[in-house]
């Protein structure tokens, strides 16, 4: 079993700040990507930031400048930072890890966190 566990959403004012969270646990043999998208409500799911595990990084356009990625590989952790956060940005964020169960695995699989709600209103 392998489980995305997130944390860190939340309701924050226009030009504030939030930190999300996501650890990956259970039985696995290696996560590759770890990222973070988003569905906001009648929108279809969108990337919003992935990084891989040598520490590339992609963003969304819409968050570039503002969002920043990062992930702790000893403990499967990825993480976003939010800055000066916008209405827009209002949405349910959900985390992803692309892994490995077992070595001999000759392909990855997506696994999907339950969602965390990010609300920027004032």
């Known amino acids: 079993q392998v489980q995305l566990v997130e944390s860190g959403g939340g309701l924050v004012q226009p030009g504030g700040s939030l930190r999300l969270s996501c650890a990956a646990s259970?039985?696995?043999?290696?996560?590759?990507?770890m990222g973070w998208y988003r569905q906001a409500p009648g929108k279809e799911r969108e990337l919003a930031a992935i990084?891989?595990?040598?520490?590339?990084?992609r963003y969304a356009d819409s968050v570039k400048g503002r969002f920043t990625i990062s992930r702790d590989n000893a403990k499967n952790t990825v993480y976003l930072q939010m800055n000066s956060l916008k209405r827009e940005d209002t949405a349910v964020y959900y985390c992803?890890?692309?892994?490995?169960?077992?070595?001999?695995?000759?392909?990855?699989?997506?696994?999907w966190g339950q969602g965390t709600q990010v609300t920027v209103s004032s």
């Open positions: 990084i891989s595990s040598g520490g590339t990084t």
């Open positions: 992803n890890a692309v892994l490995k169960r077992y070595v001999s695995d000759p392909y990855n699989v997506d696994y």
């Open positions: 259970g039985s696995f043999f290696s996560v590759n990507v």
